[in-house]
C-alpha cells in the first residue's frame, strides 16, 4: 500500500531537531511493513482511505437501466482485506423495475452528478430517476427484480448534488419546475453544485442539447470540480438568477398544492456553487490514460 510521507513550508518557528534532520526526508514510495500491523489497524486506515467522488450518472431507455462511467472505488479491488472495507461503506444502487443494481454508491461520501441531455432536457433526467429506483428488495436467481420499485432509502442521505446550469436562452419551459420538485427528493441535502459547461466559460452562444451516448461506455472517467473561468460578478449573477429562479419555481409549486387542497411544505435551498469540471478518460481494456479534457 503506498504511503506518503512529505515536508511543507510555513512560517511557524523551526524546531531545531527537525532542522539539522530534514535533509534527510524523502518521499517513500511503498511501506513494506503495512501487512505486520494488528488487522483493526489495517481496518482503520482503509477505512481512512475511502475518497470522495463525483458518481456520474445516465439512464439508457433502452434497457430501462442505469449505468456510470465513473470508476469503481479503488478500494474495492486493491486486496480481498479492502474489499471487505470498502463494501461496508458502500451499496450497490440505481436499480431499475428490470435492472438490478450495479453501480456502488455512498450518500455521504459521494457527489450525485446527472449531466443535462436529450430533447426534454432536465425532464427526463429529474423524473426517471426518482420512478425507477429500486433499493432494498429481494433478486430472484434470474437476476430480475421481484417487487414493484418504490422510492431509495439511501438517497435520503445524499449530502451533495451537481447538475449542469442551464442557460435562460436554451432552457426548456418545464425544466425549472421539475428542478424545484427534483430538489425536494433529498431531504438532506447540504450543496447543490451547478456545473457550466464550456460555452459558458468562454462567453459563447449556447449549443443546443446534444444527446449524450447513455450505452455503458468502454472507459473509465473521473469528473473533478474547479474553480470557474469567469469574472467574479459573472459567477455571482448566475449565483444570484438561479436563488431567485428557485423562489418562483417554489412560489409555482405552493400555488400547485394551494389549486389541489394539498399542504405545501417549503424547501430551503441548501449551499449554492458555481463550478466548472474537469474530466479525465481511462481505457477499461488496457492501462493507458487519455489526455485530460476539460469541460
Known sequence: MPFTI????????????????????????????????????????????????????????????????????????????????????????????????????????????LPRCGEMGYDENFRILRDLIVEDRQIETTGHLSEAPNPASCFDQLRCVAIDHVDPRIKRPWEGYNKASFLRSFPRLEELILVLSSEEENEAPPSPISP???????????????????????????????????????????????DLGKKYEGFSLPTVRVRGKVVKKKATNGNRTSEMITI
Open 212 to 258: 449524450i451516448n447513455t450505452k455503458a461506455p468502454d472507459y473509465d472517467i473521473t469528473t473533478a470540480f474547479r474553480d470557474p473561468r469567469l469574472p467574479p460578478e459573472a459567477i455571482l449573477q448566475i449565483w444570484w438568477d438561479f436563488r431567485q429562479l428557485f423562489a418562483m419555481e417554489e412560489h409555482m409549486l405552493e400555488q400547485v398544492c394551494n
Open 6 to 113: 512529505s515536508t511543507t513550508h510555513s512560517s511557524a518557528p523551526v524546531d531545531p531537531f527537525f532542522s539539522a534532520h530534514s535533509s534527510h526526508c524523502r518521499t517513500l514510495s511503498h511501506f513494506s511493513q503495512f501487512q505486520q500491523l494488528p488487522t483493526e489497524l489495517r481496518c482503520e486506515i482503509y477505512a481512512l482511505a475511502l475518497q470522495s467522488r463525483t458518481l456520474v450518472i445516465h439512464y439508457d431507455s433502452s434497457s430501462n437501466s442505469f449505468n456510470s462511467p465513473t470508476a469503481h472505488p479503488t478500494l474495492l479491488s486493491t486486496c480481498r482485506e479492502s474489499r471487505i472495507v470498502a463494501q461496508k461503506h458502500y451499496s450497490l444502487a440505481f436499480a431499475t423495475s428490470t435492472s438490478p443494481a450495479r453501480i456502488y454508491f455512498n450518500p455521504y461520501l459521494d457527489t450525485l452528478y
